[in-house]
């Protein structure tokens, strides 16, 4: 009779290696291409200067209606309740839809120098930003497409998301899984790159289910790492300013760096997973032994941009 608790270990066992392997396929990829580390990045920086942009632009406004409320922001005495408040208004919105679409476009880009990386071929960070800006059309209406959803599936004033809401986001994320890869090698919009997607995830969910929560569970880790100086800090009752301020901002680092690896690890997973459903190959990196249960599924043919397509 088989015992329960070595058939439980066994698949622990097996879900442990099976991590460490992707982490260790991925780490390969990341080490022969540090550069893929630049796309979270740009990601990064430019949603910061979206963000700077749009507070400038609403203090700029404000202070030509003569709103105290919103001039108040250049002598810096503005409340969350009316940074709050703003995010309700035109430019917040734009604000929101600019991010979107540069986190589309630099995943778009990142997707592109994965897959050239996966496929042992050249490429450059310049290349993939010019891949990027050539899909322009299909990433600014995905990004219309997550602007909405996101403004439907998000939480307003402190209020918790519904289980309806709970439901669409989770629906929405899962349906939306390879849309990336699908605009970086295919030519479609962004309509048919979801509905390409939600095709390709009914012969990929296995794959998908089992490599999106693998990764996602890193991101617990990461945030137990970072967080934890500040408890420390909090248990000992520590009262120096500057102790707090320096731990604070050595946690923000380690976040930070943190979720630039992870972002770009899943990225790339993406990426091989996209190859795997439409070409039916397991790229190299992925191909090992113990990962043989991830790769189960048949390969389905696409519309994919030859490689004569792709800008030098």
Partial sequence: MTNPNATDATSSTSAYRRTLLILKATATILWAHPRLLWFPVLAALGTVCVVVCGLFLVALVGASLGDPMLSGLFSGDVTLADVHMRGQGIIGLAALYAIECI?????????????????????????????????RGPILEYGVATWVVGLLTGSRKGRRRGPIKRLLRFSWRAVTYLVIPVITRESRGAVAAIQRSTTLLEDTWKEGAI?????????????LLATAPLGFCALIGVESPTVWVSVAASSFVC?????????????????????????????????????????VCGAAKPDVVSASQIPD
Avoid at 211 to 223: D, E, M, N, S
């Fill in 103 to 135: 986190h589309i476009g630099t995943a778009v880009a990142l997707t592109f120098a994965a897959m050239e990386a996966l496929g042992e071929r050249a490429w450059s960070v310049e290349q993939a930003l010019l891949w990027a800006h050539e899909r």
């Fill in 211 to 223: 490599g999106h929560l693998t990764l996602r569970w890193l991101w617990v880790p990461l945030v």
């Fill in 255 to 295: 976040l930070a760096g943190g979720s630039v690896v992870l972002t770009t690890i899943e990225t790339v997973f993406r990426a091989a997973l996209y190859i795997f459903a439409t070409e039916g190959v397991v790229p190299q990196p992925y191909n090992v032994d113990g990962l043989d249960c991830l790769w």
